[in-house]
C-alpha cells in the first residue's frame, strides 16, 4: 500500500479522532487501525519485507508456531476456528496424509482439496501482527500471496512454488497486517500448509505506535497551518 494512500487515510481518521464528540465514541479497533497505519508510514513502506526462505521468521524475528497437530479431529475436517488465534476462509482442510512428505512439514497440515481445489483461500489473526510465515508447497508452479490490514493489501509478491527442496517457506515481515490470502499456483491449485509461524505486535507497542503516529499527525498540520 502507497505510503501516500497510508497517509491519507490516517489523515481521515485522525479527524474524526480530534472531533471531541465523536472521540467518546471512538472504538478501540479504530485506535489500533491508525497506531498500525501510522507505524507504517513511520516506517517506510518500502522497508516491508516479503520473503522465500528455508526457514520462515527464524533469525528475523522472535515467534509463536502452530503446527495444527493438536485438533483431535478426523481429515478434511475444516480447520475454522480450531486453532488458537486463528480463523480460516472456507476450503481449507486438516489433513494427516502429508506426515513426513515434505521439507518443513511435520505432523498434520493444512490443504485445499477436498473438494479439489480452491484457487483463493485466505486466513486471518485475531490479532494485528507484524510478521508471519508458514511452509507451503504446490504443484510446480507459482504461487501469489498477500498481507492485508482490514481487506486492504499491505504487501504482496509472488514466487514459485513445488514440492521439490527445502526453499519452502513463505511469509512477511516489517508491516502490520491480520490475514493472509493466498492465490494458489500449480496443477489444480493443489496446496498444502503447515507450521504458522507468528510474531504478534505487543499491546505495548501498539499503543506506542499510535502515540507516534499521532504525534506525527500534529506536526503535519502545524506544518501545514505555518505555511499558509
Known amino acids: 500500500m502507497p505510503a501516500a494512500a497510508i497517509q ?3 489523515q ?3 479527524a474524526e479522532v480530534f472531533q471531541p464528540i465523536i472521540f467518546r465514541e471512538y472504538t478501540m479497533k479504530k485506535i489500533q487501525t491508525i497506531a498500525a497505519l501510522s507505524a507504517l508510514v513511520l516506517a517506510g513502506a518500502a522497508q ?6 528455508t526457514a520462515g521468521l527464524a533469525g528475523i524475528t522472535s515467534y509463536t508456531l502452530e503446527t495444527f497437530d493438536n485438533a483431535g479431529v478426523p481429515d478434511d475436517t475444516l480447520a475454522g476456528n480450531l486453532f488458537a488465534g486463528l480463523s480460516f476462509g472456507p ?20 490443504t485445499n482439496f477436498y473438494p479439489c481445489c480452491t484457487a483463493i483461500t485466505s486466513f486471518s489473526f485475531n490479532s494485528q501482527v507484524k510478521a508471519a510465515a508458514f511452509a507451503f508447497v504446490t504443484n510446480q508452479g507459482t504461487s501469489t500471496f498477500y ?6 493489501v499491505v504487501e504482496s509478491f509472488s514466487a514459485p512454488t513445488n514440492t521439490q527442496g527445502n526453499v519452502n517457506f513463505y511469509g512477511f515481515s516489517g508491516i502490520i497486517f491480520d490475514s493472509i490470502e493466498i492465490h494458489s499456483g500449480g ?3 493443489a496446496y498444502a500448509l503447515d507450521n ?16 507516534a503516529g499521532l504525534g506525527a499527525l500534529g506536526f ?6 505555518s505555511q499558509k
Do not use: D, H
Not at 513426513?100 to 512439514?105: L, M, T
Open 220 to 225: 503535519m498540520a502545524r506544518r501545514r497551518q
Open 147 to 152: 498481507a492485508k490490514l482490514n481487506g486492504n
Open 48 to 53: 516491508a519485507a516479503s520473503f522465500n526462505n
Open 91 to 110: 476450503n481449507i482442510y486438516i489433513s494427516n496424509s502429508y506426515i513426513g512428505s515434505f521439507a518443513n512439514f511435520s505432523g498434520s497440515s493444512l
Open 8 to 10: 491519507a487515510v490516517i
Open 196 to 211: 504458522l509461524q507468528v510474531a504478534a505486535v505487543p499491546e505495548a507497542e501498539t499503543w506506542g505506535m499510535m502515540l
Open 187 to 189: 496443477i489444480n491449485n
Open 12 to 14: 481521515n481518521c485522525a
